[in-house]
Protein backbone atom coordinates (compact mmCIF):
# COMPACT_ATOMS: atom_id res chain seq x y z
CA UNK A 1 0.00 0.00 0.00
CA UNK A 2 1.00 3.44 -0.96
CA UNK A 3 1.55 6.19 1.78
CA UNK A 4 -0.25 9.40 1.04
CA UNK A 5 1.34 12.76 2.61
CA UNK A 6 0.01 16.17 2.62
CA UNK A 7 3.17 18.52 1.60
CA UNK A 8 0.87 21.72 1.47
CA UNK A 9 -2.29 23.17 3.49
CA UNK A 10 -3.26 26.74 2.89
CA UNK A 11 -6.72 28.73 3.39
CA UNK A 12 -8.35 31.80 2.34
CA UNK A 13 -9.10 34.40 4.96
CA UNK A 14 -11.81 34.22 6.90
CA UNK A 15 -14.84 37.04 6.39
CA UNK A 16 -18.01 37.60 8.98
CA UNK A 17 -21.10 36.58 6.78
CA UNK A 18 -22.54 38.56 5.71
CA UNK A 19 -21.33 41.69 6.22
CA UNK A 20 -17.60 40.67 5.30
CA UNK A 21 -15.13 42.00 2.65
CA UNK A 22 -15.84 38.73 1.10
CA UNK A 23 -18.96 38.83 1.01
CA UNK A 24 -19.58 39.47 -3.29
CA UNK A 25 -16.19 37.31 -3.57
CA UNK A 26 -17.44 34.06 -5.13
CA UNK A 27 -16.07 30.63 -3.39
CA UNK A 28 -15.09 29.36 -6.59
CA UNK A 29 -12.33 32.92 -6.87
CA UNK A 30 -11.43 32.51 -3.67
CA UNK A 31 -10.73 28.47 -3.96
CA UNK A 32 -8.85 29.38 -7.63
CA UNK A 33 -6.44 31.77 -5.54
CA UNK A 34 -5.77 29.30 -3.12
CA UNK A 35 -5.03 26.58 -5.62
CA UNK A 36 -2.78 29.19 -7.59
CA UNK A 37 -0.74 29.88 -4.47
CA UNK A 38 -0.06 26.41 -3.94
CA UNK A 39 1.46 25.99 -7.32
CA UNK A 40 3.29 29.29 -6.67
CA UNK A 41 4.73 27.64 -3.64
CA UNK A 42 5.85 24.01 -4.64
CA UNK A 43 6.99 24.81 -8.47
CA UNK A 44 8.24 20.97 -9.00
CA UNK A 45 4.80 19.82 -8.87
CA UNK A 46 3.69 20.31 -12.42
CA UNK A 47 0.04 20.31 -13.86
CA UNK A 48 0.51 17.32 -15.86
CA UNK A 49 1.44 14.78 -12.49
CA UNK A 50 -2.19 16.31 -11.06
CA UNK A 51 -4.35 13.73 -10.86
CA UNK A 52 -7.03 15.26 -9.62
CA UNK A 53 -8.89 17.91 -7.44
CA UNK A 54 -11.76 16.78 -5.10
CA UNK A 55 -13.18 19.78 -3.31
CA UNK A 56 -15.64 19.66 -0.88
CA UNK A 57 -18.59 21.79 -0.53
CA UNK A 58 -21.89 21.89 1.82
CA UNK A 59 -23.90 23.86 -0.44
CA UNK A 60 -23.45 23.05 -4.14
CA UNK A 61 -25.82 25.48 -5.71
CA UNK A 62 -26.20 29.23 -6.67
CA UNK A 63 -22.26 30.62 -6.81
CA UNK A 64 -21.37 27.42 -6.15
CA UNK A 65 -22.83 24.94 -8.04
CA UNK A 66 -22.52 22.93 -11.06
CA UNK A 67 -18.89 20.55 -10.62
CA UNK A 68 -16.90 23.65 -8.74
CA UNK A 69 -14.06 20.99 -8.53
CA UNK A 70 -13.52 21.32 -12.27
CA UNK A 71 -14.22 24.53 -12.29
CA UNK A 72 -11.30 25.17 -10.08
CA UNK A 73 -9.22 22.55 -12.09
CA UNK A 74 -9.62 25.12 -15.13
CA UNK A 75 -9.76 28.25 -13.28
CA UNK A 76 -6.13 27.52 -11.28
CA UNK A 77 -4.35 25.59 -13.50
CA UNK A 78 -5.82 26.40 -17.29
CA UNK A 79 -5.65 22.97 -18.49
CA UNK A 80 -8.54 21.01 -19.64
CA UNK A 81 -5.74 17.78 -18.28
CA UNK A 82 -6.97 17.56 -14.74
CA UNK A 83 -10.02 16.19 -13.74
CA UNK A 84 -12.24 17.39 -10.81
CA UNK A 85 -15.13 16.33 -8.61
CA UNK A 86 -17.01 18.16 -5.82
CA UNK A 87 -18.41 16.17 -2.99
CA UNK A 88 -21.14 16.67 -0.76
CA UNK A 89 -20.88 15.66 3.51
CA UNK A 90 -22.31 19.35 4.67
CA UNK A 91 -19.83 20.90 7.09
CA UNK A 92 -17.45 17.80 6.82
CA UNK A 93 -17.33 18.54 3.39
CA UNK A 94 -13.63 20.08 3.50
CA UNK A 95 -11.81 17.05 5.42
CA UNK A 96 -14.16 14.36 3.45
CA UNK A 97 -12.28 15.33 0.07
CA UNK A 98 -8.98 15.03 2.12
CA UNK A 99 -10.02 11.71 3.08
CA UNK A 100 -11.08 10.72 -0.37
CA UNK A 101 -7.69 11.73 -1.96
CA UNK A 102 -5.98 9.90 0.78
CA UNK A 103 -7.90 7.21 0.12
CA UNK A 104 -7.06 6.99 -3.80
CA UNK A 105 -3.59 7.82 -3.49
CA UNK A 106 -3.25 4.46 -0.69
CA UNK A 107 -4.86 2.65 -2.95
CA UNK A 108 -2.87 3.14 -5.79
CA UNK A 109 -5.13 4.82 -7.48
CA UNK A 110 -3.69 8.57 -7.71
CA UNK A 111 -0.11 10.64 -7.10
CA UNK A 112 -1.14 13.54 -6.62
CA UNK A 113 -4.46 15.23 -5.63
CA UNK A 114 -5.42 18.65 -4.40
CA UNK A 115 -7.90 18.69 -2.09
CA UNK A 116 -9.84 20.63 0.56
CA UNK A 117 -13.15 22.25 0.77
CA UNK A 118 -14.54 25.95 -0.70
CA UNK A 119 -17.11 27.51 0.91
CA UNK A 120 -19.18 31.37 1.15
CA UNK A 121 -21.76 31.34 3.25
CA UNK A 122 -22.81 35.04 2.33
CA UNK A 123 -24.09 33.83 -0.84
CA UNK A 124 -26.52 31.10 -0.35
CA UNK A 125 -28.83 30.59 2.77
CA UNK A 126 -28.38 27.94 5.91
CA UNK A 127 -29.72 25.11 4.04
CA UNK A 128 -29.49 25.90 0.22
CA UNK A 129 -32.20 27.98 -1.18
CA UNK A 130 -35.28 25.82 -1.30
CA UNK A 131 -35.82 22.65 0.24
CA UNK A 132 -37.98 20.23 -1.04
CA UNK A 133 -38.67 17.43 1.94
CA UNK A 134 -39.34 14.20 0.76
CA UNK A 135 -43.11 14.08 2.07
CA UNK A 136 -42.91 10.47 3.16
CA UNK A 137 -39.83 11.17 5.29
CA UNK A 138 -41.29 14.63 6.39
CA UNK A 139 -44.14 12.44 8.31
CA UNK A 140 -42.42 9.09 9.48
CA UNK A 141 -38.77 11.08 10.59
CA UNK A 142 -38.83 14.59 10.45
CA UNK A 143 -35.60 14.66 12.60
CA UNK A 144 -33.60 13.75 9.51
CA UNK A 145 -34.19 16.84 8.45
CA UNK A 146 -32.94 18.93 11.03
CA UNK A 147 -30.68 21.60 11.10
CA UNK A 148 -26.90 21.34 12.22
CA UNK A 149 -27.40 24.12 14.43
CA UNK A 150 -30.55 21.88 16.34
CA UNK A 151 -28.32 18.88 15.64
CA UNK A 152 -25.45 20.20 17.50
CA UNK A 153 -27.71 21.55 20.33
CA UNK A 154 -28.92 17.57 20.85
CA UNK A 155 -25.27 16.33 20.46
CA UNK A 156 -24.22 18.65 23.31
CA UNK A 157 -26.72 17.81 25.40
CA UNK A 158 -26.57 13.91 24.84
CA UNK A 159 -22.69 14.35 25.77
CA UNK A 160 -23.06 17.69 28.34
CA UNK A 161 -20.74 19.46 26.54
CA UNK A 162 -20.43 23.25 28.10
CA UNK A 163 -20.22 26.23 25.35
CA UNK A 164 -16.97 27.42 27.53
CA UNK A 165 -15.36 23.86 26.82
CA UNK A 166 -16.46 24.04 22.87
CA UNK A 167 -15.47 27.26 22.36
CA UNK A 168 -12.07 27.22 23.49
CA UNK A 169 -11.44 23.95 21.52
CA UNK A 170 -12.55 25.98 18.47
CA UNK A 171 -10.22 28.87 19.58
CA UNK A 172 -7.50 25.60 19.30
CA UNK A 173 -8.20 24.54 16.21
CA UNK A 174 -8.82 27.51 14.47
CA UNK A 175 -5.06 28.56 15.53
CA UNK A 176 -3.78 25.58 14.32
CA UNK A 177 -5.77 26.31 11.09
Same mark, same amino acid.
Request: hydrophobic share 40%; net charge negative.
Given at each position: ????????????????????????????????????????????????????? $??????? /??? &??? =? #? %??????????????????????????????????????????? $??????? /??? &??? =? #? %???????????????????????????????????????????????????
Amino acid at each position: MMNAYIVGGYRSAIGKAPKGTLRFTRPDDIAATVIRRLMEDFPQIEKSEIDDI $VVGNAFP /EAE &SGM =N #M %GRLLSLMSLDTVDVPGSTINRFCSSGIESIAIASAKITAGIAD $VIIAGGA /ETM &SMI =N #M %GGWRLVPNPDIAKTNPDWYLSMGLTSEMVAREYNLKREELDEFAVKSYDKA
